[in-house]
């Protein structure tokens, strides 16, 4: 596949935007990072209760759960606030913030506990919700290490580092971490959650324009894991010890 479409600011075709994550962005949380993709930033928090739902009041395992939301003017235009429950998108981008977060934790070493994974969208240019699960996984790690360093538990529930990271097909060539000019004339949209180890956890793709072939999925996968490996040096950088 030839690759000679004209990114902004000369970026590769495999190259991620600029990213930083600037943790404990949040101080009354226990866990929090903004994280800066590009033009869009998502404000993470992680917040710890000792309770579960009803649902796992026996079951031994505490929980993870989710919350997303875009600022009204995090777009362009004013956005109207959402209330309560939020729209479809909003549910099915924090069900895809919770299913990749749970992954990453033992839910019997977190005991009878929930934690509470928000992220709020205070700029949008594209990759909000990849950008959520990756800024939401060091929210998650550093109330971990809160819990651990104040003895509350005994051993660390983390057993995977998650991240995640868009891709897609525009002008009929594969790019790495779209922005949202780039998103709204993708031909194929895919998201990527996964390990940088190489497990994936969720594979979203959508023919927007055109079918993907199956001969090129594999290069699809494999150009979001070098993304997926990329960020999780930077989780760990923000992560710390």
Request: charged share 20%.
């Amino acid at each position: 596949m030839s690759h000679t479409y004209s990114r902004l600011n000369e970026r590769l075709w495999n190259e991620i935007r600029p990213v930083e994550i600037t943790p404990d962005f949040i101080t009354s949380a226990p866990g929090s990072c903004l994280i800066a993709c590009g033009q869009t930033r998502v404000i993470c928090t992680a917040s710890v209760e000792d309770k579960v739902p009803p649902f796992l009041e026996n079951a031994g395992l505490g929980w993870l759960t989710a919350e997303y939301s875009m600022l009204p003017a995090s777009a362009s235009g004013r956005m109207t606030r959402e209330k309560v429950a939020g729209s479809g998108r909003t549910y099915e981008i924090q069900r895809l913030i919770g299913r990749s977060l749970r992954a990453a934790i033992d839910r019997k070493l977190l005991g009878l506990r929930t934690i509470t994974i928000d992220c709020d969208v205070i700029q949008a240019d594209g990759g909000t919700r990849t950008a959520s699960v990756t800024g939401g996984y060091v929210a998650l790690a550093l109330a971990i290490k809160k819990l651990m360093a104040n003895g509350v538990l005994k051993e660390n529930p983390i057993i995977h580092q998650v991240s995640a990271i868009s891709l897609g097909i525009v002008a009929g060539e594969l790019l790495l971490d779209l922005n949202f000019v780039e998103d709204s004339s993708a031909d194929i949209d895919a998201n990527l959650v996964a390990t940088p180890d190489g497990n994936i956890i969720e594979w979203q793709t959508t023919a927007e324009r055109n079918l993907l072939p199956m001969a090129q999925l594999s290069e699809m996968v494999e150009l979001g894991m070098s993304g997926i490996r990329m960020l999780s040096e930077l989780q760990k950088k923000a992560i710390g010890e």
